[in-house]
């Protein structure tokens, strides 16, 4: 090989490792950064209607995106658009559905190619993090009264950063005790007496380990929330101090260490989804469930002889007697070009009619009062599906979603996941990993705070 | 350049008309990215909000940040499947270049994994990984542990076993590169070296291995290339944090995190772009100290 050709040959080879790691896309944007009250709609409706049909705009397409309900709720959702477009007549409803981890890529992308969705569903941690970069819609100054009123408040305010509220709640699932019967009895446990409390629970899956050579559970992690919901504060009211190294959390983390330390609990748990445990429980090979309630259906579909085998129960508490509600909303992006109805479509989707036909088909409770209301919801039938909606419904009472309330919150909190694992593993102690996770959290909380 | 005659001329001239869509595609997919990604890496670019020039300091920033040091140290080390892989790879392709029975079954089924998706592939892994897994399975029937470990929790392990499945991913590929490498050395140097009485393993080392070379030079710049960059076998294993506790974290996929976690974009390119220059380094080292070898070298 001549020097030239190699020269050559280096050169490509090292342009073509520039692009693999060269991202791409505009240098300068400011489509979709302006606020809400500088978009062209984003003045307040005075009507208290929920429909945009007061001052209807001619052949308005509005795209809906929503995370995986398709191909389950094609019916129901086709089913709703349809009886939305014909209460606003010149509104045609775009409805695409996307996996849960393409979501907020395409989102982005979508945004950047200034052809944003005008509807779109997001978990309140996505919805938290789009609206600190001004992506979303203020429903305080856009929303009408009448739409804002519908939704129980703590719901509500989930995502409400500083005096603005970025979404309109929409369906949530919360946990139950799910149980394998049979297991319980080899483990010469009584059925009948489910653990209250998260002690209760421990214990249960010792004598669970000891006897069977099953886990009791497994843990589903959620470091942030569940030192909330342990009575942590986490925040202090003006947003500016972070406060996480307390007697609850240290209780709450070396608990949780000891379950890990003593193998009650597998050390995949570690890393696993919610679908690690579905797995495991429909196999046989764990003997209770603690995540959401939908996952039965599953269970009832793979493994028939272990759903008939399965009782539930309602969730032993944690110290706040709050249960996490792992709320989805439905918020519209500020690129939006049709804020009033998009605002409007969000508001159909998630109101009380919406809402109690959609949890008559799958088991998530509604975030409406109204809905939430409905007898549907206090009768039970003899299996354990049935059984589990009355239940969770019971829980719905003490349901709140975590949020700190401040911007860049998925990276405030990061230090929280990180030194978990740590901690779990034995790299450092509960002691430091509550100071050392507070301090890293606050220096971010600091630096959010100065960048405004 | 000077063409004897004619027809040479028009056979030089369609062979680069054939060249144009792919010169296209290159320029378009990958110099253009390049050029518009460059500056990037001194902006605060975020997709969504007001983009702003903020000069050096994402690089500041990357040079005092501990989560891409070790993302760093953790893409370097992936290095160490470079020479494992291509020795693995030459192996079976000596092995494949044999008159055996059989042998192209054998040649096909060390593709496979390379047909596989690396998702696919990486999920099957996980289960193969787990505490009640085949791997604890045979280890434990084999009275090599006495109780399962749980390789994708441990963070000494978890690294070594992405490893292996890159390893296992790749050698197909790279194996039927030596193969095309193996069957064009002629065979008659081969043959002069068994009449002197060279045995079977001094051919491979001093007739079969040297005339490799450039095949193992090509390879392994690949190869390092593809492991410093490494993704798809670390997300999907291991999640965009590299669980547990940042042990599997890459670049790759922290500049993922960075950028779509995040949407720091701008940091997330300054990133790219250290990673590109320390891969053009040791690209660089590579040519310099690994030219030799080849057919030319003998002539």
């Given at each position: 090989m001549t020097r030239k050709i190699r020269v050559s040959a280096l050169l490509t080879v090292c342009a073509?490792?520039?692009?693999?790691?060269?991202?791409?896309?505009?240098?300068?944007?400011?489509?979709?950064?302006?606020?809400?009250?500088?978009?062209?709609?984003?003045?307040?409706s005075t009507s208290a209607s929920a429909s945009p049909s007061d001052a209807p705009k001619k052949d308005v397409t509005l795209q809906f995106w929503t995370i995986s309900l398709s191909p389950n709720f094609d019916d129901y959702i086709n089913g709703r658009i349809k009886k939305f477009e014909e209460a606003n007549p010149g509104v045609t409803v775009?409805?695409?559905?996307?996996?849960?981890?393409?979501?907020?890529?395409?989102?982005?992308?979508?945004?950047?190619?200034?052809?944003?969705?005008?509807?779109?569903?997001?978990?309140?941690?996505?919805?938290?993090?789009?609206?600190?970069?001004?992506?979303?819609?203020?429903?305080?100054?856009e929303a009408t009264?009448?739409?804002?009123?519908?939704?129980?408040?703590?719901?509500?305010?989930?995502?409400?950063?500083?005096?603005?509220?970025?979404?309109?709640?929409?369906?949530?699932?919360?946990?139950?005790?799910?149980?394998?019967?049979?297991?319980?009895?080899?483990?010469?446990?009584d059925p009948n007496s489910p653990p209250k409390t998260m002690e209760?629970?421990?214990?249960?899956?010792?004598?669970?380990?000891?006897?069977?050579?099953?886990?009791?559970?497994?843990?589903?992690?959620?470091?942030?929330?569940?030192?909330?919901?342990?009575?942590?504060?986490?925040?202090?009211?003006?947003?500016?101090?972070?406060?996480?190294?307390?007697?609850?959390?240290?209780?709450?983390?070396?608990?949780?260490?000891?379950?890990?330390?003593?193998?009650?609990v597998p050390k995949e748990a570690l890393s696993a989804d919610a679908n690690y445990a579905t797995d495991k429980y429909q196999g046989g090979q764990i003997a209770t469930?603690?995540?959401g309630a939908q996952f039965l259906s599953r269970v009832k579909t793979n493994a028939k002889k272990v759903y008939d085998n399965t009782l539930v129960a309602p969730m032993p508490t944690m110290k706040s007697g709050k249960y996490h509600a792992g709320l989805m909303n439905l918020v519209v992006p500020t690129a939006s070009k049709n804020h009033t109805e998009a605002i409007a479509l969000a508001n159909f989707m998630t109101n009380d009619e919406s809402q109690l036909e959609f949890c008559k088909i799958v088991n998530i409770l509604p975030s409406t009062k109204k809905a939430a209301a409905d007898p549907f919801f206090t009768q039970a039938g003899d299996d354990p599906e049935s059984k589990v909606k009355v239940i969770v419904a019971q829980e719905a009472a003490q349901a709140q979603d975590f949020t700190l309330g401040v911007k860049d919150e998925g990276k405030i909190l990061e230090p929280l996941w990180k030194n978990w694992q740590k901690m779990l593993l034995g790299q450092m102690t509960p002691e430091d990993y509550l100071s050392q996770s507070e301090a890293q959290a606050q220096k971010l909380l600091d630096e959010v705070n100065a960048a405004g | 350049m000077v063409f004897s005659n004619k027809l040479l001329r028009r056979e030089a001239a369609f062979a680069y008309m054939m060249l144009i869509p792919g010169i296209v595609l290159l320029l378009v997919f990958t110099?253009?990215?390049?050029?518009?990604?460059?500056?990037?890496?001194?902006?605060?670019?975020?997709?969504?909000?007001?983009?702003?020039?903020?000069?050096?300091?994402?690089?500041?920033?990357?040079?005092?940040?501990?989560?891409?040091?070790?993302?760093?140290?953790?893409?370097?080390?992936?290095?160490?499947?470079?020479?494992?892989?291509?020795?693995?790879?030459?192996?079976?392709?000596?092995?494949v270049n044999n008159k055996l029975r059989f042998v192209s079954?054998?040649?096909?089924?060390?593709?496979?994994?390379?047909?596989?998706?690396?998702?696919?592939?990486?999920?099957?892994?996980?289960?193969?990984?787990?505490?009640?897994?085949?791997?604890?399975?045979?280890?434990?029937?084999?009275?090599?542990?006495?109780?399962?470990?749980?390789?994708?929790?441990?963070?000494?392990?978890?690294?070594?076993g992405v490893m292996i499945v890159t390893v296992w991913k790749g050698m197909g590929y790279y194996m039927m590169i030596y193969l095309a490498g193996l069957q064009s050395i002629p065979s008659e140097?081969?043959?002069?070296?068994?009449?002197?009485?060279?045995?079977?393993?001094?051919?491979?080392?001093?007739?079969?291995?040297?005339?490799?070379?450039?095949?193992?030079?090509?390879?392994?710049?690949?190869?390092?290339?593809?492991?410093?960059?490494?993704?798809?076998?670390?997300?999907?294993?291991?999640?965009?944090?590299?669980?547990?506790?940042?042990?599997?974290?890459?670049?790759?996929?922290?500049?993922?995190?960075?950028?779509?976690?995040?949407?720091?974009?701008?940091?997330?390119?300054?990133?790219?772009?250290?990673?590109?220059?320390?891969?053009?380094?040791?690209?660089?080292?590579?040519?310099?100290?690994?030219?030799?070898?080849?057919?030319?070298?003998?002539?």
């Amino acid at each position: 090989m001549t020097r030239k050709i190699r020269v050559s040959a280096l050169l490509t080879v090292c342009a073509l490792a520039v692009s693999l790691f060269s991202a791409c896309g505009k240098s300068n944007n400011d489509g979709g950064a302006s606020s809400a009250s500088t978009s062209p709609s984003a003045s307040p409706s005075t009507s208290a209607s929920a429909s945009p049909s007061d001052a209807p705009k001619k052949d308005v397409t509005l795209q809906f995106w929503t995370i995986s309900l398709s191909p389950n709720f094609d019916d129901y959702i086709n089913g709703r658009i349809k009886k939305f477009e014909e209460a606003n007549p010149g509104v045609t409803v775009k409805w695409t559905d996307l996996p849960y981890d393409a979501m907020e890529s395409k989102l982005l992308a979508s945004i950047a190619g200034g052809n944003a969705p005008d509807v779109v569903n997001l978990n309140t941690g996505m919805t938290m993090t789009l609206a600190g970069k001004n992506a979303l819609v203020d429903m305080n100054k856009e929303a009408t009264d009448e739409q804002r009123s519908i939704y129980f408040e703590n719901l509500y305010n989930s995502a409400k950063l500083g005096d603005s509220v970025y979404a309109f709640p929409w369906y949530y699932g919360l946990s139950a005790f799910i149980y394998n019967k049979d297991l319980y009895e080899k483990a010469g446990l009584d059925p009948n007496s489910p653990p209250k409390t998260m002690e209760e629970l421990k214990q249960q899956a010792v004598t669970i380990k000891e006897k069977t050579g099953k886990y009791g559970f497994v843990p589903s992690y959620n470091p942030p929330a569940d030192l909330y919901f342990s009575g942590v504060p986490m925040i202090s009211d003006d947003k500016k101090k972070m406060i996480i190294n307390t007697p609850e959390a240290l209780e709450w983390v070396k608990w949780n260490k000891a379950l890990f330390d003593e193998k009650v609990v597998p050390k995949e748990a570690l890393s696993a989804d919610a679908n690690y445990a579905t797995d495991k429980y429909q196999g046989g090979q764990i003997a209770t469930l603690t995540t959401g309630a939908q996952f039965l259906s599953r269970v009832k579909t793979n493994a028939k002889k272990v759903y008939d085998n399965t009782l539930v129960a309602p969730m032993p508490t944690m110290k706040s007697g709050k249960y996490h509600a792992g709320l989805m909303n439905l918020v519209v992006p500020t690129a939006s070009k049709n804020h009033t109805e998009a605002i409007a479509l969000a508001n159909f989707m998630t109101n009380d009619e919406s809402q109690l036909e959609f949890c008559k088909i799958v088991n998530i409770l509604p975030s409406t009062k109204k809905a939430a209301a409905d007898p549907f919801f206090t009768q039970a039938g003899d299996d354990p599906e049935s059984k589990v909606k009355v239940i969770v419904a019971q829980e719905a009472a003490q349901a709140q979603d975590f949020t700190l309330g401040v911007k860049d919150e998925g990276k405030i909190l990061e230090p929280l996941w990180k030194n978990w694992q740590k901690m779990l593993l034995g790299q450092m102690t509960p002691e430091d990993y509550l100071s050392q996770s507070e301090a890293q959290a606050q220096k971010l909380l600091d630096e959010v705070n100065a960048a405004g | 350049m000077v063409f004897s005659n004619k027809l040479l001329r028009r056979e030089a001239a369609f062979a680069y008309m054939m060249l144009i869509p792919g010169i296209v595609l290159l320029l378009v997919f990958t110099f253009y990215p390049v050029i518009r990604g460059l500056p990037l890496a001194f902006t605060d670019y975020s997709v969504i909000d007001t983009t702003h020039w903020v000069g050096w300091k994402n690089f500041k920033r990357a040079f005092s940040d501990p989560t891409f040091g070790l993302a760093l140290k953790h893409s370097l080390l992936y290095v160490v499947v470079v020479p494992v892989l291509q020795i693995i790879s030459i192996l079976m392709a000596i092995l494949v270049n044999n008159k055996l029975r059989f042998v192209s079954f054998f040649r096909i089924a060390y593709f496979v994994p390379v047909v596989t998706s690396m998702v696919a592939a990486a999920i099957a892994w996980k289960w193969v990984y787990e505490e009640q897994g085949i791997l604890n399975y045979f280890l434990m029937k084999l009275h090599i542990i006495s109780e399962p470990v749980v390789f994708m929790v441990e963070t000494k392990l978890a690294l070594v076993g992405v490893m292996i499945v890159t390893v296992w991913k790749g050698m197909g590929y790279y194996m039927m590169i030596y193969l095309a490498g193996l069957q064009s050395i002629p065979s008659e140097m081969q043959e002069a070296a068994r009449i002197d009485g060279a045995n079977r393993w001094r051919v491979i080392w001093h007739i079969t291995i040297p005339l490799l070379m450039p095949f193992v030079l090509l390879c392994s710049l690949m190869s390092v290339m593809g492991a410093i960059q490494v993704f798809d076998e670390v997300f999907v294993m291991h999640g965009q944090l590299g669980d547990p506790a940042y042990s599997t974290i890459t670049t790759s996929v922290y500049s993922y995190k960075v950028a779509f976690a995040d949407f720091e974009f701008g940091y997330a390119a300054t990133i790219g772009l250290l990673v590109s220059f320390i891969i053009m380094a040791i690209s660089i080292l590579m040519f310099r100290y690994t030219r030799k070898g080849g057919l030319t070298y003998y002539e």
